[in-house]
């Protein structure tokens, strides 16, 4: 049986050289993006860095940001309010298959 998709964007299973070469981003600029905790990679349980699908695609968000001409900080900001604006999506979602509230 095989898992949701989403299951599999999530779990780490790129080493910091195979994460490096997909986002072509270079090893120390993953380590201080790490450190910025503009990312989060899982780790194993001797430590080694392990990077998801969407660990890739935030590096690649982060790198379009920098290249845009956005800070660090600017960019730790502007993740922020995208993951909280998704959040809010799903938030929304869910809530409308919900029976609405009767007024009393």
């Not at 299973?13 to 905790?37: D, F, H, K, P």
């Not at 001409?69 to 959040?87: F, M, P, W, Y």
């Amino acid at each position: 049986m095989t898992r949701p998709s989403h299951v599999r964007a999530e779990q780490g299973v790129y080493g910091i050289s195979v994460a490096a070469e997909l986002s072509g981003v270079g090893l120390q600029t993953l380590r201080l993006y790490e450190r910025r905790a503009l990312v989060r990679p899982g780790r194993t349980q001797g430590g080694t860095r392990r990077y998801s699908d969407n660990d890739i695609a935030r590096i690649r968000r982060i790198t379009d940001l920098v290249e845009a001409g956005i800070n660090l900080a600017g960019v730790s900001r502007i993740l922020d309010l995208e993951d909280e604006n998704e959040q809010l999506k799903v938030q929304l979602r869910a809530s409308a298959h919900l029976p609405e509230r009767q007024s009393n």
